[in-house]
């Protein structure tokens, strides 16, 4: 036998593993560690199927190693003749030449783990859940601290603070027309298709961005609450009603489309006791959406409550609670919100105070209260929780606008001034990243522009200030899917800023479609055409309404059966077209051929018939011809001849 050839006996191989051998197998039991994600728990299928290739490697390794073994010991050709001889050299040459591409192999998983890692962070336009925030922090920390990279991450941090005026989406604007008079309300749909507004002059519009041009006009326009302006418009969770708080006292519910789901019950006005009552009995002045149940929403009035409705249905208020001034005594609330959450409502008074109320206990005692939030006796008409929930925006008539922190709710964080606002509807809100506050101004005198601040909610600084219009500029709504800024103005006008690389659908639409306008079709007649129906002989009766249909039947005399008109004297009656008596009436009746005139002598009219009759008889001498005696008739004397004298008798005497 040639030497370092094994046929039976103690394997023994001296082959040393070098530490390069060794680390791919701690490494990966230290990934495994580390990421349990690795080890199967909750990974996707693409991290599971290449830990099946790594396995898959590692037992056919395990495989040619088993099968080495057993041949060499010579348990597969046990009970022959003759054991196979194998070359341990050769062997160890090829663990050599498999172990680096193992490595190798394991190396490119590793790479391309981290490529799509990477890959999937993106840039959230939004604001991310409080876990996600939390976790996110988390993990930079434990990355701060493996890498020892704090100076890196402040560096950061300052480059984020200067690139805040790169966020603001303004590099393209649009204008939409709502009227002539001021926008006061101004509501976006969460998912970004359509957006509602309403003015000061009843009317609220409805823009859809699918259906809309470049000509930016509303399918719809409506006046919900008949002559009462329309203060306040807001979408629900689903974006599938829409509240309107109005002049009056009654809150409304409309559907997507506009129609009427809900008006609010009104109180009794004679009873003091306000939570005795079924409803708000002074104006309304602000409202809003329950953030997660979508048939619970909040309204205030200036009957000194805020009430929480429940349901559609059932039209009941489930909640009335009370704003109290320092005294004790009764304050309206001009604005009113939820938190982010729902655990916390909070109410803008016309006194200048704060007050909130936690919804998981009674509303008797408040959980916040700032008396001296804004100057004494001004209305704040505005007050927006950050979409983290820790901080909280305010805005007044003193011409201020202030941060707060829920933790710290003692003093302001920073009080910005000089912000101008005519309307009691003036609001604030915050970008989708919490980073910025954004509001706008009235038209001070002597100005010629009014201009929407956009200001950091850190370093507390002016990021950028854009000129709106030449007046007031009242409702900011900075949507966080659309990433597109939609600012209403106090002539009827709305204007929405986007920016093209950044923001997503909404205007973006409507701007690249145009209006087609249709072409008039001329068209010269050369003969004359005629249907068949077109001739009065063939023409069909077009149908009438009854009402029409009874009038043409009373016109005519045959269908109404117009009774005869009655006998007068004189010309156009009956009797004049026959004589003037009743015998010339009589005798025209009876079937005389010949008309008899009045005028003449009735006995030479007799007489002019006496040949006749006595030639032929015919009335009367035929009854009388047997027994009637000769007529003798008295002749005519002549003119100078006197009458006979009568002889005077006995009686005379």
């Known amino acids: 036998m040639q030497r370092g050839k094994i046929s039976f006996g103690k394997i023994q191989l001296n082959v040393s593993k070098t530490p390069v051998e060794q680390k791919p197998d701690e490494n990966s039991k230290k990934d495994e560690k580390e990421s349990p994600e690795a080890s199967g728990s909750g990974g996707g299928f693409k991290k599971m199927d290449k830990q099946q290739m790594i396995r898959q490697i590692e037992d056919v390794a395990e495989d040619l190693e088993s099968q080495h073994l057993k041949e060499v010991m010579g348990i597969s050709g046990f009970g022959r003749k003759a054991a196979k001889v194998f070359d341990i050299n050769e062997q160890i040459e090829k663990a050599r030449v498999t172990r680096p591409r193992l490595e190798k192999n394991k190396e490119d998983l590793k790479l391309a783990e981290a490529k799509e890692a990477e890959d999937e962070e993106e840039d959230v336009i939004g604001p991310l859940p409080p876990a996600a925030v939390v976790e996110n922090d988390k993990s930079t920390k434990e990355a701060s601290k493996d890498e020892d990279s704090d100076d890196d991450s402040s560096d950061e941090e300052s480059e984020d603070e200067q690139s805040l005026g790169?966020?603001?989406?303004?590099?393209?604007?649009?204008?939409?027309?709502?009227?002539?008079?001021?926008v006061l309300a101004l509501a976006g749909d969460p998912s970004g298709a359509r957006l509602v507004s309403g003015s000061i002059d009843y009317d609220m519009c409805f823009w859809d961005f699918a259906g809309m041009d470049s000509g930016m006009r509303s399918f719809r326009q409506l006046q919900p609450c008949e002559n009462h302006p329309i203060r306040s418009l807001q979408y629900s969770v689903t974006g599938d009603m829409i509240l309107v708080i109005s002049g009056n006292a009654q809150a409304k519910v409309l559907d997507r489309d506009g129609f009427e789901k809900l008006e609010c019950c009104k109180g009794d006005q004679y009873i003091s006791d306000m939570s005795r009552t079924k409803g708000h009995v002074a104006q309304l002045t602000s409202g809003c959406w329950h953030p997660f149940n979508r048939e619970q929403f909040l309204t205030a009035a200036l009957d000194g409550t805020l009430r929480i409705w429940q349901g559609l249905k059932s039209k009941e208020q489930v909640q009335v609670i009370k704003t109290?001034?320092?005294?004790?005594?009764?304050?309206?609330?001009?604005?009113?919100n939820f938190n982010r959450d729902a655990t916390l409502i909070a109410a803008g008074c016309v006194d200048g105070s704060i007050q909130t109320w936690d919804t998981r206990k009674m509303y008797v005692n408040?959980?916040?209260?700032?008396?001296?939030?804004?100057?004494?006796?001004?209305?704040?008409t505005s007050i927006v929780f950050s979409y983290m929930g820790q901080q909280l925006a305010t805005r007044s008539l003193d011409e201020t606008m202030k941060l707060w922190d829920l933790r710290q709710f003692k003093k302001p964080l920073h009080t910005w001034t000089n912000l101008y606002s005519r309307y009691d509807t003036t609001d604030c809100c915050f970008s989708p990243d919490d980073r910025m506050l954004v509001a706008g101004e009235s038209l001070p005198k002597g100005q010629t522009e009014a201009n929407l601040y956009f200001y950091s909610t850190k370093t507390y600084d002016e990021v950028q200030r854009i000129p709106v219009s030449n007046s007031h500029v009242v409702k900011t709504l900075w949507h966080p899917k659309l990433n597109q800024l939609f600012v209403s103005c106090g002539n009827g006008t709305i204007k929405c800023y986007y920016d093209e690389q950044r923001s997503i659908r909404g205007a973006k639409l409507c701007v690249v479609k145009t209006h087609r306008k249709r072409q008039p079709m001329e068209m010269v007649g050369v003969s004359q055409i005629i249907t068949p129906h077109a001739l009065p002989l063939f023409r069909q009766e077009k149908s009438r309404t009854s009402r029409k249909r009874m009038e043409k039947a009373r016109m005519d005399p045959v269908k109404s059966k117009r009774p005869d008109l009655p006998i007068t004297s004189g010309q156009g009656g009956r009797v004049a077209t026959s004589g003037g008596t009743l015998s010339s009436y009589v005798i025209r009746n009876l079937g005389l051929s010949k008309r008899v005139d009045d005028d003449q002598d009735p006995r030479e009219a007799i007489l002019k018939y006496a040949k006749d009759a006595a030639e032929n008889p015919y009335w009367i001498a035929p009854a009388y011809k047997q027994t009637q005696p000769k007529a003798i008739f008295s002749e005519k004397l002549p003119a100078d001849e006197p009458a006979t004298k009568k002889p005077k008798t006995e009686t005379d005497k």
């Open 324 to 336: 109290r001034a320092q005294g004790g005594l009764r304050t309206n609330a001009a604005s009113c």
């Open 366 to 380: 408040t959980t916040h209260c700032v008396r001296e939030a804004h100057q004494k006796g001004t209305e704040i």
């Open 166 to 182: 790169n966020r603001i989406p303004y590099t393209h604007e649009v204008q939409m027309q709502h009227g002539s008079r001021a």
